[in-house]
């Protein structure tokens, strides 16, 4: 489950626990490229059956893309979606950081990642 929640960014995206959640802007399309050590601090954003929203999150832009190890990655208006690995719920410490070769950005409802 995808909600919206307020953050100092704005509204943004949560899991349905609160936990905070980010694109990575080196990343073009679905295809997602954080793997190995960048996926233990940044953990994909799973799921087994078809993602769903709640409140300001919209549906059609949620989707799914394959990950290489075959697991179901959340993709929103696009982008592969992600978690930080060391930041507790609707704890958002991460925005705007550059790391693994791209920056790391929470996302608003309407698809956008907030401004840096």
Do not use: N
Not at 70 to 87: D, I, K, M
């Amino acid at each position: 489950m995808v909600i919206a929640a307020d953050s100092a960014y704005g509204p943004m995206l949560y899991d349905a626990t609160g936990q905070p959640i980010y694109l990575f802007t080196a990343e073009r399309g679905t295809r997602p490229s954080c793997y190995d050590a960048c996926a233990a601090d940044w953990p994909p954003v799973l799921t087994r059956g078809e993602p769903r929203a709640r409140g300001d999150v919209r549906d059609a832009l949620l989707g799914v893309t394959r990950r290489d190890d075959g697991s179901r990655q959340v993709t929103y208006a696009g982008h592969p979606l992600y978690f930080y690995a060391h930041e507790g719920k609707y704890q958002v410490l991460c925005h705007d950081v550059v790391e693994y070769g791209g920056t790391w950005l929470v996302v608003r409802p309407d698809g956008t990642p907030a401004p840096a």
